[in-house]
Each structure stands twice: as structure tokens, then as C-alpha cells.
């Protein structure tokens, strides 16, 4: 049937994600999970990241809601994400500045000045005027370590089944 555990789903989502284990397991401690964690557990921790990978970060996730999580994960995490958003843009064949000024969080508000992606990217000095895009770097490690693992529970449906039974 494949991985059956919050451990296997954490090195499945390692080997698979191009995150850091330090930054995978991070978000996994972050939901309120262990790897560890029971059959129960197991099955919660991978509805919630199908659920963030199908609606998005902001919907409200255990960990990553207040600001005072989500500017604390971004600041221990701050060198993977940002390591992961060139490499991301790169693939895409834009710039990670012009990639995080598309992110959907945006298409609602005014998107990000050039200056302020820049600050928030590579200034590690505390500025409180960045810390909505803190939060969304936060959000956006979340919901690629949660397609990680919903690309591998589309793959095995199965396993899917199971889980949502």
C-alpha cells in the first residue's frame, strides 16, 4: 500500500519536496504532529495537507494562522524558502521577486512593491511593515510540502481511499 506512517510521509515529502528535512519537519511539529505519531494521526496530518493543497495555506491551518507563527517559522526557515522560491521561479522562467508579486494571496490587494519582496527576502532586519510577507512565505513552504504529498496521494489511490475512508 506504500507509507502508512507520519514518518514515511516525512521522508517521502524530504526526498520529494526540495525542502530541507529541518523545514519538513518543522511544518509537520507546526500542525500539531509528531513523526511519531499514531495510524490516527497519520490519516489527520494527510487530510490536512490534501485540504492546504487543494484550498491554500489561508484557509487556516493549526501553526501557520497568527502572524506571530507564521514571521517565527519564515525567520528559523528563512534560507530553505527562500533557497526553494529562486529555484521554483526559476523553473518557471520568471524572477522570485515577479513569482511572490503573483502570489494569489495578492489578486485581492495591492501587489508588493519590488523594494519590499527585496526587504523581505534578503534583509534580516526586524521590519514589522514586512511581516504580511513573512506570513506568506510561511504560507508558501505549507502548501508546497502539501502538493509534495497530495501528488503522491493522487498517484496512489489506494492509499487515498483509505485515507478518506
Same mark, same amino acid.
Given at each position: ?49 490534501? /485540504? ?70 534578503? /534583509? ?42
Amino acid at each position: 500500500m506504500g507509507i502508512s506512517t507520519i514518518k514515511g510521509l516525512y521522508r517521502y515529502v524530504k526526498q520529494n519536496s526540495g525542502f530541507t528535512g529541518h523545514t519538513v519537519h518543522s511544518v509537520i511539529l507546526s500542525l500539531g504532529y509528531n513523526l511519531w505519531g499514531t495510524e490516527n494521526e497519520f490519516k489527520e496530518l494527510s487530510g490536512n495537507l490534501v /485540504d492546504c493543497s487543494k484550498h491554500g495555506a489561508d484557509c487556516g491551518f493549526s501553526g501557520f494562522t497568527y502572524y506571530s507563527d507564521t514571521i517565527k517559522f519564515f525567520k528559523k526557515h528563512r534560507q530553505d524558502i527562500v533557497s526553494h522560491m529562486e529555484q521554483t521561479a526559476a523553473e518557471c522562467g520568471t524572477n522570485i521577486i515577479s513569482m511572490v508579486q503573483n502570489f494569489g494571496i495578492f489578486r485581492n490587494s495591492e501587489m508588493p512593491s519590488v523594494e519590499f519582496v527585496g526587504k523581505a527576502l534578503w /534583509d534580516c532586519k526586524k521590519n514589522i511593515e514586512l511581516d504580511f510577507l513573512y506570513n506568506a512565505f510561511a504560507w508558501y513552504a505549507l502548501e508546497e510540502i502539501s502538493r509534495t504529498w497530495y501528488r503522491y496521494i493522487e498517484e496512489h489511490p489506494a492509499l487515498a481511499e483509505k485515507l478518506s475512508a
